[in-house]
C-alpha cells in the first residue's frame, strides 16, 4: 500500500506547548505508513533537532526569531513579514518554488494562526486538518466573526472538552459536528522523567531556599498571567506567608514582568530564570506547581508536573479541570487573582492540602498513554 503524503504546518520549533507535542508526535508516528513533509514559517527552535530524519523539513525564512525593534534587525523582520505576505496571497508560489510541486493527501496545520493559508492551498483534493492548542473562544486575537471559517476543514482536533462543546454550540449542522474529534495530546512520561533526573543547583537562587517554593513554565506573555501571579505574592507576603516563585521561559513581556518584580520589591522570592533547554529539574525540584493562565487551551505542562509528582495549583481555564479530574488530582481555582491567592495560600497554611494531592497521584495511574494518543492520530490519518 503507497505511504499517505502529508503536510504538516507550524510557525517554528520553538519552545512552545504546541511544538512539543507535534514533535513528540513526529518522533513516534510509524514512518512505513506515512510520507511526512514539515514547512515552517521559520526555521528555528529547540526542537528542530528532534526532528526524525525521514521527514523533510520546508521553510519560508530561517535563523533566529526577532522579538526586538534594533536598527540592524527592523529590516530583516520586514523583509520576512513581506516575503510571508506574499505567499499567503499568491500561495501557487508556496507550493510551486518551495515545496516543489509535490501532491500530499492531508495538510495540516498545528497552528491556527494558519488556517487561512492551509484553505487557501492549491492542492484541492487534499484533506484539510485543524490541530487547535489553544482556546480560541477566549482569544483576543481571533475574531467571532472567523470562527465558523474552521468548519471549512475536513476535520478540527481539539484537546480538550471545553473546546469540543464551543464549537458544537456553534456549528450549523451534523457534517459541521462530525468534523470536531477530541484527541490527546501526545506526551512521552519516560522522556520527563529521564529528563528531571539531570543534577541542578537550586539552593543559590533564593536567599531562603527552606520555604516553599512554586514554579511555574511558559512564554512569558500576558496569557500566561505571571503578571498577576507576582501580584498576588506580594500580597500574600505581606500578609505573613512567606514562599518562593520561580519562573521558567522567556517572552516579550519579560522585561515588563522584571520591572514588576523589582518595583514590589520582592525580587528576593521571585526569581526569573528565563528559557531552559530542560524544565524538568525545575519542576522536580521545586515543592508545588502553579499554572496561573488566564487563557490555555490544553495545558499540557500540568500533565508534566503530575508525572513529576508535583502538587499543583490551576486557574480554571480549558483542560484544566479535565487533566485534574475535576479536582481530584490538584487544585483548580476561579481564573482571576483573587482565585490564585486562595489556592496559594490554601497550600502553604494548611500542608496537608498538596500532600492528599500527592497521595492521589501516588495511588493512581494517570488517565495517559503516548501510545493511545498517536494511535488516535494516526487512525485520523488512516480514514480520511
Known amino acids: 500500500m503507497a505511504k499517505k503524503k502529508i503536510l504538516i504546518r507550524i510557525g517554528s520549533l520553538r519552545h512552545g506547548g504546541a511544538e512539543k507535542v ?64 506574499i505567499l499567503k496571497i499568491f500561495p501557487k508560489l508556496l507550493y510551486a518554488f518551495i515545496l516543489k510541486n509535490k501532491k500530499y493527501d492531508i495538510e495540516l496545520i498545528a497552528n ?38 474552521y468548519f471549512e476543514a475536513d476535520k478540527i482536533l481539539v484537546i480538550s472538552d471545553k473546546i469540543k462543546e464551543e464549537f458544537n ?10 468534523k470536531i474529534v477530541k484527541i490527546f495530546n501526545p506526551i512521552d512520561s519516560n522522556e520527563i522523567i529521564n529528563l528531571s533526573l539531570e543534577n541542578i543547583d537550586t539552593e543559590h537562587l533564593f536567599s531562603n531556599c527552606k520555604l516553599k517554593t512554586f514554579v511555574s513554565v511558559g512564554t512569558v506573555y500576558p496569557a500566561k498571567g505571571f503578571d498577576r501571579l507576582i501580584n498576588v505574592h506580594k500580597k500574600l507576603i505581606d500578609e505573613g506567608f512567606y514562599h518562593n516563585i520561580l519562573i521558567v521561559g522567556d517572552g516579550h513581556d519579560l522585561g515588563k514582568i522584571a520591572s514588576q518584580i523589582k518595583n514590589l520589591d520582592v525580587e528576593n522570592t521571585v526569581k526569573l530564570v528565563g528559557f531552559k533547554e530542560n524544565p524538568y529539574p525545575l519542576i522536580k525540584n521545586a515543592d508545588y506547581y502553579i499554572l496561573s493562565s488566564r ?21 480554571d481555564v480549558s483542560g484544566a479541570a479535565e487533566i485534574l479530574e475535576n479536582g481530584k488530582l490538584g487544585m483548580v481555582v476561579e481564573n482571576s487573582e483573587e482565585g490564585i491567592y486562595n489556592g496559594i495560600k490554601k497550600f502553604l497554611e494548611s500542608p496537608e492540602v498538596p500532600l492528599a494531592y500527592s497521595k492521589e497521584m501516588n495511588d493512581k495511574k494517570l488517565p495517559f498513554s503516548l501510545k493511545n494518543a498517536v494511535n488516535s492520530l494516526t487512525n485520523i490519518f488512516d480514514n480520511l
Open 22 to 85: 507535534l514533535t513528540t508526535l513526529l518522533k513516534n508516528i510509524p514512518p512505513d505508513k506515512y510520507e511526512i513533509d514539515l514547512l515552517l514559517n521559520l526555521k528555528f527552535g529547540k526542537y528542530l533537532k528532534d526532528i526524525p530524519d525521514w521527514i523533510t523539513i520546508y521553510y519560508l525564512n530561517k535563523g533566529e526569531m526577532i522579538t526586538t525593534n534594533r536598527p540592524l534587525e527592523i529590516p530583516v523582520k520586514i523583509y520576512r513579514k513581506v516575503y510571508q505576505k
Open 112 to 149: 491556527h494562526s494558519l488556517l487561512n493559508e492551509m484553505l487557501k492551498s492549491p492542492l484541492h483534493s487534499s484533506k484539510k486538518v485543524v490541530w487547535i492548542h489553544s482556546d480560541i473562544f477566549n482569544n483576543d486575537e481571533v475574531l467571532e466573526s472567523d470562527l465558523q471559517n
Open 169 to 178: 454550540k456553534i456549528s450549523r449542522n451534523e457534517s459541521d459536528k462530525n
Open 295 to 315: 487563557y490555555e487551551g490544553y495545558p499540557t505542562v500540568l500533565f508534566e508536573a503530575l508525572t513529576l509528582g508535583k502538587p499543583l495549583i490551576a486557574t
